[in-house]
């Protein structure tokens, strides 16, 4: 395991928790910091094209609104119970997973969760591109470049100057972004009142539906590295409804504002969109609300940056145990950084298509994963889980736990006649059913009972054995490594 540090995370700029246990006398982490956090998270440029998904495909505003409302609600769902997870476990949420796939057969869902990160990131980098270069004539390039570069420091200083950046921009955010929004209710912003307002199909709703519940899903993996430095007795009730709030109200928010500039506005891009709009209101509201909107963006880049990073260091401490410390946390973090710098440069289509194929690929993905995680978590250990176990390669949870990554297989399996990625691969079932896409909804269903169904052989008592002696254990580790 990697060894947990001397030094209190309160008195260094840098963290130095990685992906070890954080023991009760370091968790300083404040329930209120949860909203904020994650509210900012989605309140940002990324959220904005969601919006542009169903209108590009016919699917009125009323309609865009209902589906994104829906298929938030539900990927936040899933996003806010696994937030709850990290109080109890005080720890990164794919060392959590040992528990479900193994010590080394976690390195399945780690790599369809590094995907995700870089995949965030690449689609990040050309919405920024193609955001600042049409608001503000920049060169995407430089933008690109630079960035990258604020993401990386962020993701280097590690989880409390996350949680800070993200404050301090919801400051300044939140009443420019409310001006901007009360300008397009009371008619302020432009628009056009003979544009064609779109209508209802079952596809583009779907398609909507699906790509409102990635956004959130999608957060899935590492949203517990956020709350694990809140104490061990926080109210999972008080955790689960600060996420929920925070990350629904922002994506509703910005994404009902996305298919308003789509359809009214005639916006081709969310940030020059955004930026219009706002002008419109007052001179340079736009402006601002563009540069805000971007910088939340960068920040999020950070944070995907800092959960890339803990899931190398996860991947290599499950083959080769290490103990990462400030040096190879940045060299991965900038790895990070020129692979998804060299995708973003090599992909042509525009923000919406490329955030649209991101979400869809993502929500394949990961809902095996969160499937199997969710019902361990809840349905099968209820919590109970020997964390020392969790970094011993022949430990109670083994080294590849075939339930677990059966569950992952025959969820994944169970999706692809049911799959749609435009222009690659429509699934025989989605052709038939006229390309509505209900492929992650099977995986979910799935997955699910596969490992209910799989988890009944799993040796209770060996695992109560192992944590009627976890105290210990773990007292024992954090003295081994001091």
């Known amino acids: 395991m990697s060894a947990p540090s001397t030094t209190p995370t309160g008195k260094s700029l840098i963290e130095h928790r990685s992906i070890d246990w954080v ?18 998270g989605n309140f940002q440029y990324f959220s904005i094209p969601i919006g542009f998904i169903g209108p590009s495909m016919g699917l009125s505003l009323g309609w865009t609104i209902l589906a994104s409302v829906l298929g938030i609600a539900v990927g936040t769902v899933f996003m806010a ?24 057969g976690v390195v399945v869902p780690l790599i369809a969760t590094l995907l995700t990160y870089v ?8 919405l920024l591109g193609e955001g600042i270069s049409g608001s503000f004539g920049l060169n995407p390039v430089l933008v690109s470049l630079l960035a990258g570069a604020i993401a990386v420091i962020l993701a280097v200083f590690g989880h409390d100057w996350v949680h800070k950046a993200f404050r301090v921009l919801l400051y300044f955010s939140l009443p420019v972004m409310t001006v901007v929004t009360l300008g397009v209710i009371f008619g302020g ?16 709703f779907m398609a909507q539906f699906a790509a409102s519940a990635a956004y959130n899903i999608t957060y899935a993996p590492y949203v517990s590295d956020y709350s694990r430095y809140l ?35 005639g916006a081709q891009d969310g940030l020059v969109g955004l930026q219009q709009a706002g002008n419109n ?6 402006d601002v609300a563009a540069i805000l909107s971007a910088l939340a963006l960068v920040a999020t880049m950070g944070m995907n940056a800092y959960g890339g990073m803990l899931t190398v260091m996860t991947t290599v401490d499950s083959f080769r145990p290490v103990r990462p410390g400030p040096r190879a946390k940045a060299l991965t ?3 990070l950084a020129v692979v998804w710098f060299v995708a973003a440069s090599a992909i042509s289509s525009n923000g ?18 969160t499937a199997t995680n969710l019902i361990d978590f809840f349905f099968v250990r209820r919590g109970h889980y020997a964390i020392s176990e969790l970094f011993k390669l022949n430990g109670v949870y083994g080294v590849w736990n075939r339930r677990g990554l059966l569950a992952f297989f025959i969820g994944l399996v169970a999706e692809v006649p049911f799959m749609v990625v435009t222009g690659v691969y429509t699934g025989p079932v989605a052709d038939a059913l006229g390309g509505v896409d209900i492929a992650w909804l099977v995986g979910l269903a799935v997955s699910s009972a596969s490992y209910l169904l799989l988890s009944r052989g799993i040796d209770v008592a060996a695992e109560k054995e192992a944590m009627a002696h976890d105290g210990a254990a773990l007292a024992a580790m954090l003295e081994e490594n001091g």
Do not use: C
């Not at 995949?119 to 050309?126: E, M």
């Not at 912003?189 to 583009?204: I, L, M, N, P, R």
């Not at 919406?352 to 994963?369: D, N, Q």
């Open 23 to 40: 023991p009760e006398s370091e968790r300083h982490g404040k329930l209120w910091h949860q909203a904020p956090l994650w509210f900012l």
């Open 81 to 104: 119970f696994h937030a709850s997870q990290g109080p109890v476990m005080g720890l990164p949420q794919m060392i959590q997973s040992r528990a479900q796939f193994g010590y080394r």
């Open 119 to 126: 995949g965030f990131n690449i689609a990040d980098t050309v």
């Open 189 to 204: 912003a432009g628009g056009s009142g003979t544009v064609d307002k779109g209508g209802f199909t079952v596809v583009a």
């Open 231 to 265: 104490p061990s007795k926080t109210s999972a009730r008080g955790v689960i409804s600060a996420v929920f709030f925070g990350a629904s109200t922002a994506a509703i928010w910005l994404i009902s504002l996305g298919a308003w500039l789509a359809i009214y506005l």
């Open 281 to 286: 209101v007052f001179a340079h509201l736009g």
């Open 333 to 335: 973090v900038l790895a």
């Open 352 to 369: 919406v298509a490329t955030v649209f194929a991101a979400l869809t690929l993502m929500l394949y993905a990961l809902v095996p994963w």
